[in-house]
C-alpha cells in the first residue's frame, strides 16, 4: 500500500531523472546541468538532514564539509594534472571514486573533530559553534593561497569515471542522480535501524535515551561525522559540476541555504531535501530570470514557509509527516 | 617591532573589540531576555551605515547622520519585530535561524535595490580628522580613539539602564522569569519591542561608526555578526558583562594575532612562509580560541541562568 | 542478612549555601519495597539526581550491586541496571509505545551501532518489547504514538521501559502522581508484585500506596533522613510526626 508521500517522492524520483533525459533528447544540455545542480544540492541537504532531520542538530556549518568536499577534488585533480606529488609522493589522481573516498574521509574526519567540541553543547550555541567552525575553515581557504586563496581553483578538465565520458553533461547527470539514490537509500536505512531509533529518540527526549542506557554524545558524534562525509561527497561532485572550487562553497550563505533546502522540502522527510533543492534551483531559475532582485522574493518566499507553511513542499503534497 | 607599533595593534584590538560590544550587547540581550537568535543583527548594523552614510551625504553633516543611523536601525528593528519577529519567539531555533536569514537576503537585496551595487563612502567628522602622538611617538588617529571611548560610554550606559531604571529592571525580570513579568502586569509584548529596537540602535550606531573606516556596502554586517556570534559563545549567551569580556578578548586577539603571529614565526621560517602562514593560522586564531573555551566551559566564561 | 542492591552512604550535596542533601545514607535490600517520603522542598528530587547521575554529589558513594557507580553518567548507570520512571513521563513523544520500549531493548541487547537492519523487522526487538508491554498491560495500544497515550498509560510504558532494561533496581518518582483512585489501585497491585522481579526504591507523596507496599520507609527532612524504619515504627516515630505530619499530630 502506498501512502502519499511515497507516490510522491516516487514522482519526484522519476521527474528528476526525466526532465533531464528529455532535455537531453531535444539538445537542451542547460536544463542538463540545471538538474545536475539539483542532484547535488539534494545530495549535500541529504547529509545534513541526517544530522538535522533525524537527529534535530541544526548544523550552520555543513558548508565546512561541503567546501572541503570541494577542495578535495580541486585539489587531488590539481595534482594529478600538474604531477606535483601531493603527499607521500601521491600525485593525486582524476578518478572520481577515488576523490569521492577522499572528500568523505576528509569531510568525515573534520566532522568528527567540530562534533566533538560542538556537540558538548546545545540549542543556539550549537548552531553559533557549527558555524563559527565552519568560517574558521573558510577564513583558512582565504588567506592560503596554495589553492587560489580567494580566486577559488579551477579544475582544467572534469575528473573521469571508469566507463563513462564525464564531459558528457547527461552522462554525468546520471552519475550524480545514481550517488543521489544512493544516498537516499541510505538515509532510509539508517533511519529505520536501531542507529536511526537511537538518533531519533535523542532528538525527541535526550534524557529518555540515557535513561535506557544509550549515551546520546556518541549516537549524534556519529550521525553528525557521518552526515559531514555525505555533504563532502556532495560538495566534490559540485565542483565536478563547475570545474571550479572557491571559497564561496564554504561560505555561511552556503550552510544557510543547505538548511532551506530542507525546510522548503519539509524536514526529516526522505525526499526533503531534492524537493528542497529542485524548489530551490527552479525559484532561483524563475526568478533570477524575471528579476535581478531574486534573492529579495526568495527571502518572502523562504519567510512565508517559515511562518505558515511549517511542513514545506512535502508537507503539502503528502499531509503531516507520520512516525513509526 | 617597536613598542609603538604594538601599542597602535592594541589599540586597534580595543576599538574592534569596542564595535564587537555593541553588536553583541544587543544580541545576547535580545537572546537572554526573549530567548530569540537573530541573524539579521547584521542587517541592522548594515541599516545604520547606510542611513548615516546617506543622511550625511544629503546634509553634510556627520553628526546628524549618526542621529539618522540610531534612529533608522531601531525603527528598522521595531518594525523587523512587529511583523515578524514577535511571531518566532514560541518557535524553536531552527524557525528562528531560518526566517531571520530570510530576512538578511531580503535586506541585503532591498538595500541593494535601494542604494544600487556600488559601496557608500561616510567621511569622517572635520571635529574627530587628524592623530594624536602615543608614547614611543606614533601617530594614532582620533577618530578610532573617539570610537572606543564611544564604546566604552554605551557600555557604561547599559550598565547604569540595566542596573538602575525601571526599564532595565523589567528586562532583568524578563530574563530570569518570563511568566513572572507577564502576571506582574508589565506589557511583555511592549518590553520585547523596545528590547528589539534598543538593540538594533545597538547595531546600527556600530555599523554608522565603522561606516567612516571602511566602505559602506551590502554585506558589510555579515562578517561582524559572525564575530559577534563567537563574542558571546566566549561570554556566555545572555550576559552582557560576558558580551563586554567576550568583545575585548575577541578583539584584542584577534588584532594582536594578525599583528604577531607572523613576526613569531619569522624568526623559524623564510619571511615569504612566515607571512603566509601566520596570516592563515591568524585567521583561525579566534576560533581556535573558542573551541579551547568552550572544550573547558560548554557555556561560556560567565552562563547566564538559564537557556 | 542480604547485601543490599543500591546503597547510599553519606552522601552530601550543597548548592551554595544550602546543603541539599545533608549525610544521607539508604539502601535497598533484595525483594522490598523501600519508600522515600518527605515534605515538598526536603530534597527528594536532588537525591533522586544523585541516584541516577544526572547530578553528581560532593561527597559520599553510590553502590548499585557492589560496584561504585557515584562518579559515572546516566546512561552507565542505567546500563548497570539502574531502572527510574519519572515524575513527569519522559518518553520520546513521536515513537510509539512499542518502539519506546524497543529503544530499552536494544539498548539493553548492547549495541546501537547498527546501521542497515530495520528495527521493525527485527524479531528479537519486537517480541520482547511487546512482552513488556503484555505485563504493564498495554499490548493494545503498542501502536499509538506516546505522545497520543494518556496519562496512565505513559506511567504504564514508563515501567515496561524499565523492566525491559532487566534492572537490578527501580527508582520509581511519584508513580502514583496524576493517577485517578482506580489507576492507583491497579498500580499499587502491580507494583507489589514487581518487588520479586527488582527491589523498588519508592518516592511517593500518596500515603495509602506507601502505607500499602513498603517494607520499609526514609522520611527525608531537610536533605537528612530524620527516621528509617517499618511502617509502624514510622507511624509511631515521633519525630516524624512533628516534622512530616505537622503540630496537630
Not at chain 2, 167 to 177: K, N, Q, T, V, Y
Not at chain 3, 19 to 26: C, F, I, K, M, N
Request: glycine share 12%.
Amino acid at each position: 500500500m502506498l501512502n502519499r508521500e511515497t507516490i510522491a517522492n516516487l514522482v519526484l524520483a522519476a521527474l528528476l531523472l526525466a526532465v533531464p533525459l528529455a532535455a537531453n533528447a531535444f539538445g537542451q544540455p542547460f536544463y542538463v546541468t540545471l538538474a545536475t545542480r539539483v542532484a547535488i544540492l539534494a545530495l549535500a541537504a541529504a547529509g545534513l538532514n541526517l544530522a538535522l532531520g533525524l537527529g534535530g542538530l541544526v548544523s550552520f556549518g555543513h558548508a565546512a564539509f561541503f567546501g572541503l568536499g570541494g577542495y578535495a577534488a580541486g585539489i587531488l585533480a590539481t595534482h594529478a594534472f600538474s604531477g606535483d606529488p601531493l603527499l607521500f609522493g601521491w600525485t593525486g589522481t582524476n578518478q572520481m571514486p577515488v576523490i569521492w573516498l577522499v572528500a568523505m574521509l576528509v569531510a568525515g574526519l573534520v566532522g568528527l573533530f567540530i562534533g566533538l567540541i560542538s556537540l558538548r553543547t546545545s540549542g543556539v550555541y550549537f548552531i553559533m559553534i557549527t558555524l563559527a567552525f565552519a568560517q574558521m575553515v573558510y577564513y583558512f581557504a582565504i588567506s592560503w593561497p596554495a589553492y587560489g586563496g580567494e580566486d577559488g581553483l579551477s579544475i582544467l578538465v572534469r575528473n573521469q569515471f571508469p566507463g563513462v565520458n564525464t564531459m558528457k553533461p547527461v552522462s554525468f547527470f546520471l552519475i550524480c542522480y545514481g550517488v543521489l539514490i544512493t544516498a537516499l537509500a541510505f538515509f532510509v536505512l539508517v533511519r529505520a535501524s536501531r542507529f536511526g531509533s537511537a538518533l531519533q529518540a535523542a532528538r525527541q527526549n535526550e534524557v529518555r535515551v540515557a535513561t535506557v542506557g544509550i549515551a546520546p554524545y556518541r549516537i549524534r558524534l556519529t550521525a553528525f561525522a557521518v552526515s559531514a562525509a555525505i555533504t563532502g561527497l556532495a560538495g566534490a561532485l559540485f565542483a565536478d559540476l563547475n570545474r571550479f572550487v572557491s571559497p564561496s562553497m564554504l561560505s555561511w550563505h552556503m550552510s544557510g541555504e543547505l538548511i532551506v533546502l530542507i525546510i522548503l522540502g519539509g524536514t526529516g522527510r526522505l525526499f526533503g531535501p531534492l524537493a528542497g533543492a529542485a524548489l530551490f534551483v527552479v525559484f532561483e531559475y524563475v526568478l533570477g530570470g524575471l528579476t535581478e532582485r531574486w534573492q529579495f522574493f526568495l527571502g518572502l518566499i523562504l519567510l512565508g514557509t517559515v511562518l505558515f507553511a511549517r511542513g514545506g513542499l512535502l508537507g503539502l503534497l503528502a499531509g503531516k509527516a507520520r512516525h513509526g | 617591532m617597536t613598542l609603538a607599533l604594538a601599542l597602535e595593534q592594541l589599540l586597534n584590538g580595543l576599538q574592534l573589540g569596542v564595535m564587537l560590544f555593541l553588536m553583541a550587547a544587543g544580541l545576547t540581550l535580545i537572546f537572554g531576555v526573549m530567548g530569540l537568535i537573530n541573524l539579521a543583527h547584521g542587517s541592522l548594523y548594515m541599516v545604520g551605515a547606510f542611513a548615516c552614510a546617506a543622511v550625511a551625504a544629503a546634509t553634510g553633516s556627520f553628526w546628524l547622520g549618526l542621529v539618522a543611523s540610531l534612529a533608522c536601525a531601531a525603527a528598522a528593528g521595531a518594525i523587523v519585530e512587529l511583523l515578524v519577529i514577535r511571531r518566532l519567539y514560541d518557535r524553536d531555533h531552527l524557525d528562528q535561524v531560518l526566517a531571520t536569514f530570510a530576512l538578511i537576503l531580503m535586506f541585503s537585496e532591498g538595500t541593494r535595490w535601494l542604494f544600487g551595487s556600488f559601496p557608500l563612502y561616510l567621511d569622517i567628522p572635520p571635529l574627530l580628522q587628524g592623530a594624536v602622538a602615543l608614547p614611543g611617538g606614533a601617530q594614532y588617529p582620533v577618530y578610532r580613539l573617539a570610537i572606543i571611548a564611544a564604546g566604552a560610554l554605551v557600555a557604561f550606559g547599559l550598565y547604569l539602564l540595566i542596573g538602575k531604571t525601571r526599564l532595565g529592571m523589567r528586562i532583568r525580570a524578563g530574563e530570569s522569569d518570563r511568566e513572572m513579568i507577564g502576571a506582574l502586569g508589565v506589557d511583555i509584548r511592549t518590553l520585547y519591542t523596545v528590547v528589539f529596537a534598543l538593540g538594533a540602535a545597538l547595531a546600527g550606531l556600530a555599523g554608522a561608526m565603522v561606516g567612516a573606516l571602511q566602505s559602506v556596502q551590502v554585506g558589510m554586517g555579515e562578517p561582524v555578526l559572525i564575530l559577534a556570534f563567537v563574542v558571546i559563545v566566549i561570554g556566555g549567551i545572555g550576559s552582557i558583562k560576558g558580551a563586554l569580556l567576550g568583545a575585548l578578548l575577541v578583539g584584542v586577539v584577534d588584532t594582536m594575532g594578525r599583528f604577531l603571529l607572523p613576526q613569531m614565526l619569522a624568526l623559524f621560517v623564510p619571511p615569504s612562509q612566515a607571512g603566509l602562514i601566520g596570516g592563515a593560522a591568524a585567521s583561525m586564531l579566534i576560533y581556535v580560541m573558542m573551541a579551547i573555551i568552550l572544550a573547558m566551559k560548554p557555556r561560556g566564561l560567565f552562563p547566564a541562568a538559564h537557556a | 542478612m542480604a547485601e543490599p542492591v543500591l546503597e547510599l552512604s553519606d552522601i552530601v550535596k550543597s548548592f551554595g549555601a544550602l546543603r541539599a542533601t545533608d549525610h544521607v545514607s539508604l539502601d535497598l535490600k533484595p525483594g522490598e519495597i523501600h519508600a522515600l517520603i518527605g515534605p515538598n522542598g526536603a530534597g527528594k528530587s536532588t537525591l533522586i539526581h544523585q541516584i541516577c547521575g544526572t547530578l553528581r554529589q560532593d561527597s559520599g558513594t553510590i553502590r548499585l550491586a557492589g560496584r561504585d557507580i557515584g562518579h559515572l553518567g546516566v546512561a552507565e548507570r542505567s546500563r548497570l541496571g539502574l531502572g527510574r520512571t519519572f515524575q513527569v513521563s519522559s518518553l520520546a513523544p513521536e515513537f510509539s509505545a512499542l518502539r519506546n520500549v524497543m529503544l530499552a531493548v536494544q539498548a539493553q541487547q548492547g549495541s546501537s551501532f547498527r546501521f542497515f537492519k530495520p528495527v521493525m523487522r527485527d524479531a528479537s526487538l519486537i517480541d520482547r518489547s511487546m512482552a513488556m508491554l503484555e505485563r504493564v498491560g498495554l499490548q493494545d495500544r503498542a501502536r499509538i504514538p506516546a505522545a497520543e497515550l494518556s496519562h496512565g498509560e505513559r506511567r504504564q510504558l514508563e515501567i515496561a521501559i524499565a523492566l525491559a532494561l532487566n534492572s537490578k533496581a527501580f527508582l520509581l518518582d511519584e508513580p502514583m502522581a496524576g493517577m485517578g483512585p482506580e489507576g492507583s489501585k491497579v498500580l499499587t497491585g502491580f507494583l507489589d508484585t514487581l518487588r520479586q522481579e527488582a527491589p523498588i526504591l519508592l518516592v511517593e507523596h500518596d500515603m495509602d500506596a506507601v502505607f500499602a507496599l513498603a517494607d520499609r520507609i526514609s522520611v527525608l527532612v531537610y536533605g537528612r533522613v530524620i527516621a528509617t524504619g517499618t511502617v509502624e515504627e514510622i507511624r509511631r516515630d515521633p519525630a516524624v510526626r512533628t516534622a512530616y505530619l505537622g503540630d496537630h499530630a
